[in-house]
């Protein structure tokens, strides 16, 4: 959902004035497949130009595809009357009715996308994870945690009152990595309780030096809400090295930062 309208119904709602980037409106699609520049300014337009090109151009980029039904013609009357102190078509009422009214139907339909989108990787997540489960070498907990073993470690076991250290990758069933401590070159330290349950269980499988692959269903991730990048139902993998264990109640411990994955 656009940020245009909560902002344009905050302003409604507290008479405050509006950052003209949030003020976006919709490129008319046809035009947006055009490859053709805009005569509206050049190099040699005065500043006052280029000002006024500048925010109109953010504003209309700024909400491009999100507001993707609007009537540009009437964004710009009200643009135009608002601007010049002229009075209002409607009342500050009417808006506000008006603009609920609107964020409400686009919220509608942005949650049947997502159920949609989360009925479609829960089905292909529960496919994926039944063949993965076959394979030779992915093991199964009871939770429905699948993991392998790339290496196996010698040092250290924890327990979920403990921290480790660890480098990690992860990926979506389509191979896209959303993740890596390993290409931020840092690797991250955490209480085991502090990360989602997949991790939990999967890390206290491990000893120091281990490299694990986990296949983390989704009811052990993100589940049916996703977050950040990351869609609703989605079956994550991660390749998963332990470094360090650091105990709980030990001096380390309390100084270590509580870095959540």
Not at 9 to 37: M, R
Not at 118 to 123: I, P
Not at 180 to 191: D, L
Not at 195 to 217: C, D, H, S
């Amino acid at each position: 959902m656009s940020r245009f309208i909560p902002v344009a119904l905050a302003v409604l709602l507290t008479g405050g004035a509006l950052s003209p980037v949030l003020l976006a409106h919709a490129a008319d699609p046809a035009a947006k497949k055009s490859s053709v520049k805009s005569a509206g300014v050049t190099a040699t337009s005065s500043d006052n130009q280029k000002v006024g090109y500048s925010f109109g151009y953010l504003m209309g980029k700024g909400n491009s595809e999100a507001v993707n039904d609007l009537d540009i013609e009437k964004f710009f009357a009200g643009f135009r009357d608002g601007y010049g102190n002229k009075p209002s078509a409607l009342t500050e009422d009417e808006m506000r009715k008006t603009l609920m009214a609107y964020k409400e139907k686009r919220d509608a339909e942005a949650m049947k996308e997502i159920q949609k989108l989360g009925s479609e990787n829960a089905a292909k997540g529960a496919a994926f994870l039944a063949e993965n489960g076959k394979k030779a070498g992915v093991k199964t907990t009871a939770s429905g945690l699948q993991y392998e073993v790339i290496k196996e470690g010698t040092g250290a076991q924890p327990t979920a009152d403990d921290q480790v250290q660890v480098h990690y990758e992860g990926k979506m069933l389509d191979g896209t990595v959303f993740d890596s401590s390993i290409a931020r070159g840092q690797p991250v330290t955490f209480p085991l309780t502090g990360v989602i349950p997949g991790w939990t269980e999967g890390l206290q499988l491990m000893k120091e030096g281990a490299k694990y692959r986990f296949y983390i269903p989704s009811k052990l991730a993100y589940g049916e809400t996703g977050a950040s990048t990351i869609p609703p139902n989605s079956v994550l993998t991660f390749d998963v090295e332990l470094i360090k264990v650091i105990k709980a109640g030990s001096d380390k411990a309390a100084a270590a930062p509580a870095d959540k994955k």
